[in-house]
C-alpha cells in the first residue's frame, strides 16, 4: 500500500495506542476522546485489511498481525523522523522531535541538567518538539531499544546489546523511615532488633535487594514500582525503604523522614544516559546528546 499523510497519523494513534496499554489510557496522551480513537483504530484496521487487536471487556490485546504492524510503524515513523531531521539538519536548522525516556524523581536532582539541555536545544531552533516519558528503569531501556525514545537517561545493571551507556553522575540512596514508626525516635541500642522486626519495601524498581546487599529481612507486605510509591509507603509510618537522598530530602528537611544507620545502609547507582548504536546519528540526536551531556558536566 502507499503510505499518505493520514496513514502515518493513524500510525502513530495505534503506537500510542499500544505504548499506553489501551484506548482508555490513551486518552490523556492523545487528547481526544475514546470514541475518536476507537473510530481512528478502526479505520486503520480498514485501510490496512488488518485486525490489529482484541478489545472490549476482557481488555486490550494484540493480534500477531497487530504486533508485527506495530513494530514495523516504530522503524517508519522514525525513518520519517530521521528523514525530516536529516533534511533539516542540511539546510543548518535543526527539527523534528526529540523523545526522551527517564526515571521518575530525577527533577529533583540539581545535578540533573534535562531542562539545560531542553533550553539549550530550542535557543538554536523553534521546530523542535520534545516528548518525554516517565517510566520504569527497564521501560528506559526498552524505549531507547526499540526506537520509541531517542535517549534516555535512568539506570542499568545489565547493559543491552546496540545500546550505549554514558555516565552522568551517581545516585545516592539511604534508606528511610517515617514519624510514626519505631524506628524514627528509638534509642540506638534498639535499632538492629528493630530492622530486624521491620516490614521492608520491595521494589521492582533497579534498586533492589541483590544491589542493595543489605542482608534485610524483606517480606511481601509492600511493592512499589516508583519512588513515589515508595514514599508514600514510607510516609504511613508502617514500613521503611530506600529511597534517593534528593529525592527523600524534601521530607528529611520537615523532619518526617530519617535516614536510618546512613553509614551502613547507603549504597550508590549511577545515573546513565542511554542511547542506541542505530537511531543516534541524525544531527537533531547528535545535537540533544551533545547537550545532555555538556549540561550534565557543568552541572557536576
Avoid at 490485546?61 to 533539516?88: D, M, N
Avoid at 540539581?110 to 523542535?128: E, F, N
Avoid at 527497564?138 to 555516565?167: F, Q
Avoid at 530519617?258 to 542505530?278: E, H, R
Wanted: proline letters at 3%; a neutral charge.
Amino acid at each position: 500500500m502507499q503510505v499518505h499523510d493520514v496513514d502515518l497519523r493513524l500510525l502513530r494513534i495505534f503506537v500510542t495506542i499500544v505504548e499506553c496499554g489501551g484506548l482508555s489510557a490513551a486518552e490523556s496522551r492523545l487528547n481526544i476522546g475514546r470514541s475518536t480513537i476507537s473510530a481512528h483504530l478502526s479505520d486503520l484496521e480498514i485501510r490496512l485489511g488488518l485486525t490489529l487487536c482484541k478489545r472490549g471487556r476482557s481488555g486490550f490485546e494484540l493480534t500477531e498481525p497487530g504486533r508485527i504492524t506495530y513494530q514495523a510503524s516504530l522503524e517508519l515513523l522514525q525513518q520519517c523522523e530521521a528523514f525530516a531531521s536529516t533534511v533539516a539538519g542540511s539546510k543548518n536548522k535543526l527539527s523534528g522531535r526529540v523523545s526522551i525516556a527517564i526515571i521518575d524523581t530525577l527533577v529533583n536532582d540539581p545535578r540533573c541538567g534535562v531542562a539545560q539541555a531542553i533550553a539549550a536545544l530550542k535557543q538554536k531552533s523553534d521546530s523542535i518538539q520534545f516528548d518525554i516519558y516517565v517510566c520504569e528503569a527497564r521501560e528506559v531501556e526498552t524505549a531507547v531499544a526499540n526506537g520509541r525514545s531517542l535517549l534516555g537517561i535512568g539506570v542499568s545493571r545489565h547493559h543491552i546489546r546496540g545500546l550505549d551507556y554514558t555516565p552522568l553522575h551517581n545516585e545516592t540512596n539511604y534508606l528511610y523511615c517515617a514519624t510514626g514508626h519505631p524506628l524514627f525516635d528509638c534509642h540506638e541500642q534498639d535499632i538492629n532488633k528493630l530492622l530486624a522486626r521491620a516490614e521492608m519495601i520491595t521494589s521492582n524498581y533497579l534498586r533492589d535487594k541483590e544491589r542493595r546487599n543489605d542482608n534485610l529481612n524483606y517480606q511481601n507486605n509492600a511493592t512499589a514500582y516508583h519512588d513515589e510509591g515508595i514514599a508514600h509507603l514510607i510516609l504511613s509510618g508502617k514500613f521503611i525503604g530506600y529511597l534517593p537522598e534528593h529525592y527523600a530530602s524534601q521530607w528529611v528537611d520537615k523532619g518526617r523522614f530519617k535516614a536510618i544507620l546512613p553509614q551502613q545502609y547507603c549504597y550508590q547507582i549511577p545515573v546513565v544516559l542511554i542511547t542506541s548504536k542505530n537511531h543516534a546519528n541524525t544531527p537533531l540526536a547528535q545535537a540533544m546528546i551533545e547537550q545532555i551531556k555538556r549540561c550534565h558536566l557543568l552541572e557536576n
